[in-house]
């Protein structure tokens, strides 16, 4: 009986110590989400051929400029593959964000995996279509093996 009244009584006064006090917030503190994502794939014409994977990503990187993330799996080891940030999806392409020389190719490791990013100077968008592609290689870079359509964030 003794234990059950000290337990009661502490737990009254650690409640009445906690008060209730409100805490207020203002929007500016609001950490609104900023990163675009998507996952790369192989596109369905090439099933049994190659079969990529992976990831690519997109946030602001400073004042006006945006990190382009790639990472890549499943791939032919020792090869390298252009790749860039697109305007438009997988299936429209709307041409390249930014310099071509500011995306350096995807080298692919023993593995088959490869990562990079780069910064390219385009303030990142809040709305709109854009897709990463990486190509076959600097000799076929017509030929899309994966694209990934980044969903913008949610708000």
Avoid at 10 to 28: I, P, R
Avoid at 78 to 95: A, E, I, S, Y
Wanted: include cysteine; hydrophobic fraction near 40%.
């Amino acid at each position: 009986m003794l234990l059950r009244t000290i337990l009661i009584g502490a737990t009254a006064l650690t409640l009445v110590g906690c008060g209730s006090q409100a805490v207020e917030m203002s929007s500016a503190d609001v950490n609104l989400n900023t990163r675009w994502n998507g996952t790369l794939a192989s596109p369905p014409n090439l099933a049994g051929a190659v079969q990529m994977s992976g990831s690519a990503s997109m946030a602001p990187s400073g004042d006006r400029m945006t990190h382009v993330r790639v990472n890549l799996a499943n791939a032919t080891p020792g090869g390298q593959h252009p790749w860039g940030l697109h305007r438009g999806q997988c299936d429209r392409d709307q041409g390249v964000v930014g310099e071509r020389s500011a995306y350096n190719a995807l080298k692919i490791d023993g593995d088959g995996r490869a990562e990079t990013s780069a910064d390219v100077d385009f303030h990142t968008p809040t709305s709109g279509s854009f897709s990463v592609w990486v190509m076959a290689s600097e000799g076929n870079a017509s030929m899309l093996v994966a694209c990934a359509n980044l969903a913008p964030p949610s708000r």
